[in-house]
């Protein structure tokens, strides 16, 4: 799971330098798969329950699922980037959000304040933590800014399958819906905060894939995969 995460680290840091005003999603898209593929892996969305692309990149509104295409970014979008690796049998799985030449204040906002919202979130992880103390955590350092964090797509397991159990949401579900779960060496987990700068509530477009703000205001979304190691937590997909 090192290998993949590398991977997918360094495809992010190599997109990172290409997304500029006037470059297409589909150009992005193919840089990524020339990547990983270049680096003995695979894209692991490729084909996941039908989904047409390589990567998701999803622009301002999007929230996630955003298929590349014609589209170019313009100055003063954002747009997250969300990339799976398949690697030697199994899987990582990271996402950030970037913004596109100069962009406003408040989009800038809602990209610091999801980050830091994935990296507190990290910090709770270590053994004997619990799972609803991560969704706590997300949701605690969005609302106090004033965002919102989306309830119908939430983080997972990962390992030898994309998405395995447990459900991780970014908020703290009713007691009588939540199954706590304690957390123990050698889960991994993909954590996902996805925030909106209005409204959490979501819609899909007509292509039955690309996710949207249902009010059409900003929506970012970073992600890593984390390890749960005997002394704490590992990031796999880091540089």
């Excluded at 447990?166 to 579900?173: G, T, V």
Aim: hydrophobic letters at 40%.
């Amino acid at each position: 799971m090192r290998s993949a995460g590398r991977i997918v680290a360094d495809v992010i840091k190599m997109l990172e330098k290409l997304v500029r005003p006037e470059m297409t999603t589909l150009a992005l898209d193919e840089a990524a798969d020339k990547f990983i593929r270049d680096n003995d892996a695979e894209p692991a969305f490729k084909g996941y329950r039908g989904y047409p692309a390589n990567i998701c990149v999803s622009v301002n509104e999007e929230v996630v699922h955003g298929i590349p295409g014609a589209r170019r970014l313009k100055d003063g979008d954002i747009v997250s980037i969300d990339i799976g690796v398949h690697c030697k049998n199994y899987y990582a799985d990271a996402a950030v959000t970037l913004p596109v030449g100069k962009i406003s204040k408040e989009a800038q906002r809602l990209i610091e304040v999801t980050r830091r919202a994935l990296e507190n979130a990290i910090d709770k992880i270590y053994p004997g933590a619990k799972l609803s103390e991560i969704s706590g955590t997300v949701q605690q350092t969005v609302e106090k800014e004033g965002f919102s964090v989306v309830r119908d797509f939430v983080g997972h397991g990962i390992g030898q399958v994309m998405h395995e159990d447990p459900q991780i949401p970014n908020y703290l579900m009713d007691t009588d819906d939540y199954t706590e779960v304690v957390l123990k060496p050698g889960m991994v987990l993909a954590i996902e905060p996805m925030v909106n700068l209005g409204t959490y509530a979501v819609e899909t477009l007509s292509n039955g894939w690309t996710v949207v703000t249902k009010d059409r205001r900003l929506s970012a979304h970073f992600e890593h995969t984390i390890a749960v190691m005997e002394n704490g937590n590992q990031v796999l997909t880091i540089p």
